[in-house]
């Protein structure tokens, strides 16, 4: 049987690791909180950009936009991805980015494979925000940008408008031919999936994955119609738009990631914590099976003994 000795240690580590992920629950739950207020205020603006993208290229207005067409690519030439990644700069949030870093893998291999039956080559950038991610994708090999360096904590507008630039630059400098973002959506309180997104070129129909069916702001999108005059002319009008576009996605998907992070950590910290309860009440009953077999040993000793003396 265990020493009760070493039941006492095990209750003492179990009772301190509990006291650490208790803290850092409580911690999440604050930032969580305030993560979700800021999305919450974010995502209005973020819908409105979706829906007027998807609204001109559904009346035809930018069809023959940059920024809406996909390159075209001959056999034996490459196609050249960028994939912005949003993961955590701590651990101690569950599975959450390992799913993000499993999500940008299997699309990677997926792209790759759909290229290579179509006798096209393929490139893959990525571009880490967050340093777990950054430092797995690293050891695993991939084509990692040491240079981009963002944190994914308390996003601001001003950090995706240097995001947003970088990527604008490095699609029309050729740099790039398709841009994805991957990051963590929150599709209820208890549910988080990583999804996929084509920023660029502009995929109307993974803009309206992202669009709630009951949201109240795709109205107030700017609507494409024939009485509608754009000057200088349409394609001006969406060199100033996409820069907009673009910061609303960036800040839309730091905002959603980080709270995604937060929700993930007090989730996991807050089963951590009743883990930990559990381990304690059973070590506390093991304590006291080894105390009253301690108990039971000495009675048994001291019987025996009396009637040893009792013989003599």
């Given at each position: 049987?265990?020493?009760?000795?070493?039941?006492?240690?095990?209750?003492?580590?179990?009772?301190?690791?509990?006291?650490?992920?208790?803290?850092?629950?409580?911690?999440?739950?604050?930032?969580?909180?305030?993560?979700?207020?800021?999305?919450?205020?974010?995502?209005?603006?973020?819908?409105?950009?979706?829906?007027?993208?998807?609204?001109?290229?559904?009346?035809?207005?930018?069809?023959?936009?940059?920024?809406?067409?996909?390159?075209?690519?001959?056999?034996?030439?490459?196609?050249?991805?960028?994939?912005?990644?949003?993961?955590?700069?701590?651990?101690?949030?569950?599975?959450?980015?390992?799913?993000?870093?499993?999500?940008?893998?299997?699309?990677?291999?997926?792209?790759?494979?759909?290229?290579?039956?179509?006798?096209?080559?393929?490139?893959?950038?990525?571009?880490?925000?967050?340093?777990?991610?950054?430092?797995?994708?690293?050891?695993?090999?991939?084509?990692?940008?040491?240079?981009?360096?963002?944190?994914?904590?308390?996003?601001?507008?001003?950090?995706?408008?240097?995001?947003?630039?970088?990527?604008?630059?490095?699609?029309?400098s050729g740099?790039?031919?398709?841009?994805?973002?991957?990051?963590?959506?929150?599709?209820?309180?208890?549910?988080?999936?990583?999804?996929?997104?084509?920023?660029?070129?502009?995929?109307?129909?993974?803009?309206?994955?992202?669009?709630?069916?009951?949201?109240?702001?795709?109205?107030?999108?700017?609507?494409?119609?024939?009485?509608?005059?754009?000057?200088?002319?349409?394609?001006?009008?969406?060199?100033?738009?996409?820069?907009?576009?673009?910061?609303?996605?960036?800040?839309?998907?730091?905002?959603?990631?980080?709270?995604?992070?937060?929700?993930?950590?007090?989730?996991?910290?807050?089963?951590?914590?009743?883990?930990?309860?559990?381990?304690?009440?059973?070590?506390?009953?093991?304590?006291?099976?080894?105390?009253?077999?301690?108990?039971?040993?000495?009675?048994?000793?001291?019987?025996?003994g009396s009637?040893?003396?009792a013989k003599?």
């Amino acid at each position: 049987m265990e020493q009760i000795s070493d039941i006492k240690k095990r209750m003492k580590s179990v009772r301190d690791i509990k006291q650490t992920t208790r803290a850092t629950q409580l911690i999440s739950a604050v930032k969580m909180r305030r993560a979700r207020s800021q999305l919450e205020k974010t995502r209005p603006f973020f819908i409105i950009c979706a829906d007027t993208m998807i609204e001109l290229y559904d009346n035809g207005v930018v069809n023959d936009n940059m920024f809406f067409q996909l390159r075209q690519k001959k056999k034996g030439e490459t196609w050249k991805i960028g994939y912005f990644i949003l993961t955590g700069d701590q651990g101690l949030a569950g599975a959450y980015n390992s799913n993000v870093i499993a999500t940008t893998e299997k699309h990677i291999h997926s792209k790759t494979v759909d290229n290579i039956a179509k006798g096209l080559n393929t490139t893959a950038h990525l571009y880490v925000a967050g340093k777990i991610g950054k430092e797995r994708l690293i050891r695993d090999g991939f084509d990692v940008v040491e240079d981009f360096k963002y944190p994914i904590s308390e996003p601001t507008y001003y950090r995706a408008r240097d995001i947003s630039d970088y990527i604008y630059h490095l699609y029309t400098s050729g740099d790039l031919d398709l841009v994805y973002f991957i990051y963590t959506k929150i599709e209820s309180a208890v549910s988080m999936e990583p999804v996929v997104a084509r920023v660029l070129p502009v995929d109307p129909y993974s803009l309206k994955k992202t669009i709630p069916e009951d949201s109240p702001y795709s109205q107030y999108g700017l609507t494409a119609a024939d009485n509608i005059e754009y000057y200088p002319s349409a394609d001006e009008v969406m060199h100033y738009l996409i820069n907009t576009y673009l910061n609303g996605m960036v800040y839309g998907a730091l905002a959603e990631g980080y709270a995604s992070e937060q929700t993930a950590r007090m989730t996991a910290m807050d089963n951590a914590t009743d883990n930990a309860n559990e381990m304690l009440d059973k070590l506390r009953l093991k304590s006291n099976q080894a105390r009253q077999g301690k108990i039971t040993n000495e009675i048994s000793e001291i019987i025996g003994g009396s009637e040893g003396l009792a013989k003599k």
